[in-house]
């Protein structure tokens, strides 16, 4: 292979850090960035990332504070990382795919295919070959899809980042197609956070902002590894201890950025100890914050019955909610040695948080995958919103829910209509502007995606954005899924093992990334996302395009859309391509809250969209928030078994690893790890250091095995275990989700440990 060599499992360990950030994380930031671009473009990229006017970070979705307010370094290491990766000046060209097979490249690391820099063609892999050649623009993909039975064989998936303009019109023209087989990358994580809320508060999304945050009494963070996921949380959790807020963090993992965090821009965070994050840290098992947040509220309810008039309040309940004594009934049916075996903690750790609670006047709860990849997912955020609706945490400053999302533009997306679910008034919208009906029929989210295309009912399956492949479940039967398709397209900036698991034709669509500049006919363009706090802004490249021959993905969907569709419908799918505010101009006349879209994004900094949730107004069924009775039944492994989470290391973003490091675990050279608990692996009679297979079990008598990981004893709560993805996502069946949600189960997979059968993939021992 080339200059970039596979990397070889060499495991180095050092102790876990107790502190993130600090001055060796801009050293790692800048090394990454120098090692993928010169000096000049990694300094062009940086001071204009997350800045008014600049390039929004491709990275999480965490917001920036307004313009007036905001560091001219508004950026974390992550997100140096990020984009660094994507302005690299390595490229991948058509002599490269002739020189390695698409069987070569199945082989390959989702590191060494990262690193070998941006695509810069179209390219296809025909039936019968082995080797992705040349095509033009002008490619098979719009015949394949006219040549299908029916609208809903065909499948598009987007990741989160996907910016608004190009998520608008590719649900447009899904549905223009005849589909709503829309799924995308908020069905294998948040989905189980937009289902509770709805349910409970009749909007999917979070209800803070970062004024907010700052101003609480009481955060809690749980489920969530803030300094690795979304790093910038830490300034605001900081701030938030500086006006003399107290924090709780809820996690398996003692993990760095929850303990104490070194801010790199001010001196203590330099030379200083820096700020404690976690006045108290609670180490739960994974998989009981249910329980926990259920006896929160029981001693919630007892606290009111000692003292009446004091704790609950009784005057927004009244109000604003219905269900209330379903719930109580429920709660007060809680059995304490349950939740105490659920959740591993002491009922002293927990009446510790009670006694927080009520010294707090607001409360915010922010919660990440901690919470949604278990079965029971829904019904922990339900329950997390009966805590805040107890007190009147809902609908005022300083207090309410935190989903805090892990990709740029995932809330914009399926604010822009990309999912399988579109409520009435969404369709009904777009048909009053654009004259047709669109299908009401729901369509595929992600794991049924999978299943459609494992059984034959699907055949195109077009990818805009992301790594389909390693962002799902029981890997062998998804890449057999694919692989049992017609057609595969993937939209694409980098090379990924998507582009190395093929339908029978393959396609690989490059395309222009967030710090690359964007002209078309109409000028030079410029696109817009929404964060995880509802604000809405522009982004605009600054970097001349990676090559002369990529096409935005506005101008990819909207070619595709005319060669697909013809005149049907008469979209005026060339002016979307030649000006953007011509889509935003539509999209203010479909989207609620989008209003005079093209003047209020120009404004620095853009504009929220208003939550009706901080006014007090709930769209669900009743008019109200709606507390709800949740059953808890707590997971159990076997003698013999452990309770594996899937987890990423810091020196990864979503799939791809940047590194083979995870530095703040103090984990080097290695991601076939896993992360035991020396206790138990003394009682199971595994050695650190060991060799061994990771075996899930399932209640249908099902195994699966991920192959050659390196026993690391590690503070996991006794009973656990922790290893990464994607390399871990084998272990979980495509059936084993989220009720409701349909999210995949990632972080509660039951496992034993065997001696490895083999070597390390790739490599001989």
Not at 499 to 522: K, M, N
Request: net charge negative; hydrophobic share 35%; glycine share 8%.
């Amino acid at each position: 292979m080339r200059a970039i060599e596979e990397p070889e499992e060499d495991l180095s360990l050092s102790k876990p850090k107790t502190w993130a950030t600090g001055a060796p994380a801009v050293a790692h930031a800048l090394q990454y960035a120098l090692s993928q671009t010169s000096p000049k473009r990694t300094a062009l990229t940086l001071l204009n990332l997350n800045q008014a006017g600049g390039i929004d970070c491709p990275g999480c979705a965490w917001p920036e504070e307004t313009p007036g307010k905001r560091s001219r370094n508004e950026y974390c290491e992550n997100g140096a990382k990020h984009i660094a990766d994507e302005a690299t000046t390595r490229r991948v060209t058509r002599e490269f795919f002739a020189e390695h097979p698409v069987s070569e490249l199945a082989q390959a690391s989702d590191y060494w295919l990262n690193q070998q820099g941006r695509l810069t063609e179209p390219m296809v892999k025909y039936p019968d070959s082995d080797h992705y050649e040349p095509i033009g623009w002008e490619g098979a993909l719009a015949d394949e899809l006219n040549g299908l039975d029916t609208p809903d064989e065909a499948l598009f998936y987007t990741s989160g980042r996907l910016a608004n303009e190009p998520a608008f019109l590719l649900q447009l023209f899904a549905r223009a197609y005849g589909t709503n087989n829309l799924p995308d990358c908020s069905n294998l994580c948040h989905e189980s956070s937009g289902s509770a809320l709805n349910e409970t508060l009749g909007i999917g999304k979070g209800s803070v902002s970062l004024d907010d945050l700052h101003n609480s009494d009481l955060v809690f963070v749980v489920g969530q590894n803030p300094g690795t996921n979304h790093p910038r949380m830490l300034t605001a959790l900081e701030e938030t201890k500086r006006r003399g807020g107290k924090i709780v963090a809820v996690n398996p993992l003692p993990e760095a950025g929850l303990l104490r965090f070194k801010h790199p821009q001010k001196a203590r965070g330099v030379i200083g100890r820096g700020t404690e994050i976690a006045d108290q840290f609670l180490q739960i098992r994974p998989g009981g914050d249910l329980a926990l947040f259920q006896a929160l509220n029981l001693l919630l309810l007892e606290a009111e019955d000692k003292a009446p008039g004091t704790v609950i309040d009784r005057e927004f309940i009244d109000a604003h909610t219905s269900g209330y004594e379903v719930f109580t009934d429920n709660i007060r049916g809680l059995d304490w040695a349950e939740v105490l075996k659920a959740t591993g903690l002491t009922r002293e750790e927990i009446e510790e948080v009670h006694q927080r609670v009520l010294g707090a006047k607001n409360v915010i709860v922010c919660w990440a995958m901690g919470l949604t990849q278990h079965k029971h997912g829904v019904p922990t955020i339900r329950e997390v919103v009966n805590f805040l609706l107890l007190r009147g945490n809902i609908g005022r400053p300083g207090a309410g829910v935190c989903p805090v999302r892990g990709h740029s533009n995932v809330q914009g997306d399926r604010t822009m209509g990309v999912w399988e679910r579109m409520p009435q008034s969404f369709l009904d919208a777009l048909e009053k502007e654009f004259g047709f009906a669109p299908p009401t029929r729901h369509g595929a989210d992600a794991v049924d995606a999978i299943r459609a295309m494992r059984d034959g009912r699907a055949q195109v399956f077009v990818g805009v954005a992301g790594n389909f492949v390693r962002a799902t479940p029981d890997s062998d039967v998804t890449e057999r899924a694919l692989r049992n398709c017609r057609l595969t397209a993937h939209i694409s900036t980098k090379l990924n093992r998507s582009h190395a698991v093929c339908g029978r034709t393959a396609l690989i669509l490059p395309t222009l990334g967030r710090s690359d500049r964007d002209v078309q006919a109409g000028g030079e363009q410029f696109m817009t996302v929404e964060d995880s706090m509802s604000d809405v802004h522009a982004t605009r490249g600054r970097l001349a395009p990676a090559s002369p021959a990529l096409l935005s993905e506005v101008s990819i969907i909207s070619r595709l859309a005319r060669r697909t569709l013809g005149e049907r419908h008469g979209i005026t799918w060339q002016a979307f391509e030649n000006d953007y505010d011509t889509v935003r101009e539509h999209i203010a006349n479909v989207v609620p809250g989008f209003d005079d879209f093209n003047r209020r994004v120009r404004e620095p900094g853009g504009f929220n969209l208003p939550n009706p949730v901080n006014k007090r107004v709930f769209q669900t069924a009743s008019g109200t928030a709606v507390f709800t009775a949740n059953t808890f039944t707590g997971l159990t492994a076997p003698p013999g078994h452990l309770i594996l989470q899937t987890l990423r290391s810091h020196d990864q973003w979503n799939t791809i690893p940047y590194a083979m490091d995870d530095r703040y675990r103090g984990v080097k050279g290695a991601r076939r790890v896993v992360l035991a608990n020396a206790e138990d692996l003394t009682e199971l009679g595994i050695e650190e250091g060991s060799l061994v297979d990771l075996i899930s079990v399932w209640t249908d008598g099902s195994e699966r095995r991920a192959p050659a990981f390196r026993v690391v004893g590690y503070p996991t709560p006794r009973g656990s275990a922790a290893a990464y993805y994607p390399e871990t996502n084998v272990l979980v069946p495509l059936d084993s989700v989220a009720e409701n949600s349909n999210t995949p189960t990632s972080k509660a997979v039951i496992i034993r440990m065997e001696p490895a059968e083999g070597d390390v993939p790739g490599q001989s021992r």
